[in-house]
């Protein structure tokens, strides 16, 4: 008997170490946006995924990976204790647009256009599954969970340009269109103040994606060109015992934040160049909506000078154009 327990003993042992790293599913637990649907749990070290079960291989794949994300975030900011600190994370995979905004903790509002939201005070990140989304699912995770491991680093939020442009970092998203869209905006001198961005974003439209293309452009630049790479922990830890942002961010980076992006933006008009301008799709559209409504002025003009002449005595044209010539028989000479 002691031997068959101590065989059943180490036979759990090894399932929980098993259990530890590799993802397991149960079934049984209502979905966040729909109680009367069941949902499957999948679960991983520091991760608990909620989904339906036609889902269950998309969320076995996240699972795979998810762990290492955090962990990588976690070391990046230099704190790794507490972002890998417990509750665990959880992560609802809702099937569809209505169940998405639906899996949103009380009636949260969030733009239309999103695909996913982290929500890192309450350890949750919601996810759409919808097909009519372009975002990729790996992308948008790996965006979300910078964004709950910022917030457990940093132990407070952190401005809204910094956190979106470190998620835009770790997922990698579509860096080459929003340079573009940074870099024109430099050369018609309409990028956002960040002062403005601290907040938050505006909610929509081509304002929204500026935000989010000059916060990835403004942290890309500090991570590699100004050290922040290398400071990141120490601003993060000096923020997390409850000095101001701005204080730390002066003393870490050695310069206040004002003339940083002043130096920035001087950077971006003088590297960039009008390529980006032509090249932004907003831009290009609205030259080609400039060029149409020019050459259909230009048509209107020539249609109104043509009617104008046609409408002109002195330009009518006379008729017959010439004297006919007498078509009668010549008349007999007199006798």
């Known amino acids: 008997m002691r031997g068959f327990s101590r065989t059943v ?3 759990l042992v090894a399932l929980g170490f098993l259990g530890a790293s590799t993802p397991l599913s149960a079934q049984g637990l209502p979905c966040a946006w729909d109680e009367a649907t069941e949902c499957m749990e999948t679960s991983t070290q520091h991760f608990t995924i909620h989904h339906a079960l036609h889902n269950q291989k998309k969320a076995l794949s996240l699972a795979r990976w998810v762990d ?3 962990v990588k975030n976690g070391r990046e900011m230099g704190q790794s204790e507490a972002v890998l600190a417990s509750p665990r994370i959880t992560i609802r995979l809702a099937p569809d647009e209505a169940s998405f905004f639906a ?3 009380d009636n949260s509002r969030i733009p239309e256009w999103a695909a996913g939201v982290a929500y890192g005070d309450r350890h949750l990140i919601v996810l759409s599954l919808a097909t009519s989304h372009f975002f990729n699912l ?3 995770t790996r965006h979300e969970i910078s964004h709950v491991a910022v917030r457990r680093a940093a132990g407070t939020r952190i401005p809204r340009w910094l956190d979106e442009g470190l998620a835009i970092l770790h997922a990698g998203e579509h860096a080459q269109s929003r340079i573009l869209k940074a870099d024109g905006a430099a050369l018609t001198g309409t990028l956002i103040p960040f002062k403005k961005l601290t907040r938050g974003f505006p909610r929509a439209g081509s304002r929204a ?7 990835y452009r403004f942290v890309h630049w500090l991570m590699n060109s100004q050290g922040l790479a290398q400071r990141l922990p120490l601003l993060l830890d000096a923020v997390r015992s409850g000095r101001p942002f701005n204080d730390a961010f002066a003393d870490v980076m050695d310069e ?5 992006e002043a130096r920035w933006i001087t950077h971006l008009e003088t590297s960039a160049t009008w390529l980006a301008f032509l090249m932004d799709p907003e831009w290009l559209w609205g030259f080609a909506g400039l060029l149409f409504l020019l050459a259909y002025g230009i048509r209107r003009r020539n249609i109104a000078r043509d009617i104008a002449a046609m409408d002109s005595d002195d330009e009518e044209e006379a008729w017959p154009p010439h004297e006919l010539p007498n078509l009668q028989p010549p008349s007999d000479p007199p006798d």
């Open 209 to 215: 994606e500026l935000a989010y293309a000059q916060s």
């Open 103 to 105: 899996a949103q903790p």
């Open 256 to 260: 206040p934040l004002p003339f940083v």
């Open 9 to 11: 003993l180490l036979g």
């Open 138 to 140: 790996n992308e948008i």
């Open 68 to 70: 290492q994300e955090l």
